[in-house]
């Protein structure tokens, strides 16, 4: 892989890989992670196309500079990269809390994207059974719990095990992960995110992109309201006595909605091709994708692809949450056959 870049935006120094020459395609990161996720797409693509990874504002070598974010913010961060760059236009690839920021770029900005790839991520629908959405909400327990467990939660997020294990509710969410269905970190991959997720002023930004930058809201169905919805704002405390609830969050009346975190954006929609990868591990000898071309529906989470995506395709992988480090050569295929136009 090629050492790292750095380059000034109008308002952030952002380091970045860089691999190959052609059309660009620009790869953001997810949570907790770095550009390094992105090493074995770097290696594959590279051979067809230009390809930029940054890191994230407040992860890896880019700045931190501790203000609180939001999801235009973040997006308008890419824009600055690519304009500093002299991107017109690029694909942009995201994954996890990177195909956050790629959608809100996307939907914000579609004259500079080409094409669009969401892997194992969201638009603006929070998926209910995924606890650290409350529990970023619920103030002083991320903070504390990440000057305490850092290298812990990266060692339980990446291999489902920690040498210290973490504490369960309300202190944590992250004691209920297991292994993923393949191991795919090694030692080097490990001290790679533990390293870069030891400074403070990461835990910092991560916990502003949760409680800032998804601001939960109920939907409500309104024939009245502009574009027929009308939306409640839940503030962190409210969100954060989810959380606390003594039966669990689950057991909270509020829990039975989908929360939504970008009302201002669904009315939005993105026309050119988007793909979405979603992990979906099975046991046994099956392959690690499969052809599957029918795009998921039935819930709020689910249906938010189809709302926003005209020309969508998707395909599930079968892998954990971080398939583009456990399941490489699926990962791969799909991408570069979605950016070459043939699914």
Not at 19 to 42: A, K
Not at 141 to 159: G, M, S
Request: glycine content about 6%.
């Amino acid at each position: 892989m090629s050492s790292g870049h750095r380059v000034q935006t109008a308002d952030l120094r952002m380091h970045y890989l860089q691999r190959g020459t052609g059309e660009p395609v620009v790869l953001i990161h997810g949570f907790p992670e770095t550009s390094y996720s992105w090493r074995h797409q770097l290696a594959a693509l590279s051979e067809h196309y230009a390809l930029f990874a940054p890191d994230t504002r407040g992860f890896g070598q880019t700045d931190k500079p501790g203000i609180r974010v939001t999801r235009q913010i973040l997006a308008q961060d890419v824009i600055n990269f690519m304009d500093a760059l002299g991107i017109e236009r690029a694909a942009i690839v995201g994954h996890d809390w990177g195909g956050i920021i790629a959608f809100k770029l996307a939907i914000d900005w579609p004259h500079r994207v080409t094409r669009l790839a969401l892997l194992d991520t969201l638009c603006t629908v929070w998926p209910r059974p995924a606890q650290h959405g409350y529990w970023f909400k619920a103030e002083p327990y991320p903070e504390e719990f990440f000057a305490k467990y850092h290298r812990e939660f990266i060692e339980t997020v990446i291999t489902g095990k920690s040498s210290t294990p973490l504490p369960g509710r309300p202190e944590s969410p992250w004691s209920y992960i297991s292994a993923p269905p393949r191991a795919w970190a090694g030692a080097d991959d490990l001290e790679q995110y533990a390293r870069a997720f030891a400074d403070p002023a990461s835990h910092a930004h991560a916990i502003s992109y949760y409680r800032d930058a998804l601001p939960f809201h109920i939907v409500q169905e309104d024939s009245s309201a502009a574009h027929g919805e009308r939306f409640e704002y839940l503030n962190p405390p409210k969100i954060a006595e989810m959380w606390l609830h003594p039966e669990g969050y689950d057991k909270h009346p509020l829990f039975p909605n989908y929360m939504d975190y970008g009302p201002e954006d669904r009315h939005k929609r993105f026309t050119a091709p988007a793909l979405w990868l979603y992990a979906r591990p099975t046991r046994g000898g099956t392959s690690a994708a499969t052809a599957v071309e029918k795009v998921p529906s039935g819930s709020p989470f689910l249906d938010q692809f189809s709302r926003y995506f005209p020309d969508l395709r998707a395909r599930p992988i079968n892998a954990g949450h971080f398939f583009i480090e456990e399941a490489p050569e699926p990962t791969n295929r799909f991408l570069l056959e979605f950016l070459k136009g043939r699914i």
